[in-house]
Each structure stands twice: as structure tokens, then as C-alpha cells.
């Protein structure tokens, strides 16, 4: 399975959960602006999910392609060594793929590519193979 979600790539990762005081206690929570990037994501996964979830060790590619600033040098295709860092930005991904239904538990991601440039046209790549049993997860360790 492959597909391409056009937008501009969130930059907020999962990672910037906040922490509060309420009634003297801490906790944890989500910034608004870490909300709409979830939800954005969801909203385009959803059009994408499987008709049956993945049920075996898959590798997942993952291309985050994101717009050129207006005036900088970068081009199409250039590696972007930028923040956010790509684990960041995958942590968030496949928590709402798990959400969506894309696999029961996003411990089936056994073999991850993840790479992230600058491109004319924004968004964000996924390819998603099932992994061989002779190949499988389990048998590679």
C-alpha cells in the first residue's frame, strides 16, 4: 500500500506536550497547536486506512516533503537537516495510523525508512509492505 497526503507537513511533534498544576497536582496535556496537527493528520489517514488492519510485521517508508521557504537557497529534493527530527515526526504518524486502524498496535513496524527534504510540492509520502514470513520481524533476530 503507498499513497501521498498533500498538505504542508505538521512540525509539532508529540513531544511538546505540556505539563500544568491543577489543584496543586501536575499533568500532562496537549497545546492547541499539537491538537489541530493531530487532527489534521487523522483527518487525511482516515481516507487512506486498510480495508482489514495489518496483522503482520510491516516496513513502513515514510517521506516528509516539506515547502521551500520563500528566498532560501534550498531546492526540490534537497535533504532538510532541520528540526524536527524525523523520529519526532514519525512518533505522532503512527500513533494516528494506530488510531485509524492501520494495524492493531504500531509494534508491527519492524523496519522504518524515514527521511524528510525540502520539495515543490508539500506532503507527506507513506508505503507500507507486509513483511514475507521468511523475512518476518521475528526470525530476523
Same mark, same amino acid.
Not at 34 to 51: G, M, Q, V
Not at 76 to 93: A, V, W
Given at each position: ?17 505540556? $505539563?500544568?498544576?491543577? %489543584? =496543586? ?11 489541530? #496537527?493531530? +487532527? /489534521? ?10 480495508? $482489514?488492519?495489518?496483522? %503482520? =510485521? ?11 521557504? #520563500?528566498? +532560501? /537557497? ?68
Amino acid at each position: 500500500m503507498e499513497f501521498f497526503m498533500s498538505m504542508i507537513p505538521p512540525t509539532v511533534t508529540a513531544q511538546e506536550q505540556k $505539563t500544568g498544576i491543577r %489543584n =496543586g497536582k501536575p499533568y500532562r496535556y496537549d497545546p492547541q497547536e499539537l491538537l489541530e #496537527a493531530r +487532527s /489534521k493528520l487523522l483527518a487525511f489517514l482516515n481516507k487512506k486506512k486498510p480495508d $482489514t488492519p495489518y496483522t %503482520n =510485521g510491516v516496513r513502513l517508508t515514510v517521506k516528509w516533503l516539506f515547502p521551500i521557504p #520563500a528566498g +532560501s /537557497k534550498h531546492y526540490d529534493g534537497e535533504y532538510r537537516i532541520t528540526k524536527p527530527d524525523t523520529d519526532n515526526l514519525n512518533k505522532m504518524l503512527k500513533d494516528c495510523m494506530t488510531k485509524c486502524g492501520f494495524w492493531k498496535d504500531d509494534a508491527l513496524v519492524c523496519s522504518e525508512i524515514i527521511e524528510k527534504f525540502w520539495a515543490l510540492r508539500p506532503g507527506i509520502y507513506i508505503r507500507i509492505e507486509q513483511i514475507d514470513e521468511e523475512e518476518d520481524c521475528e526470525t530476523k533476530r
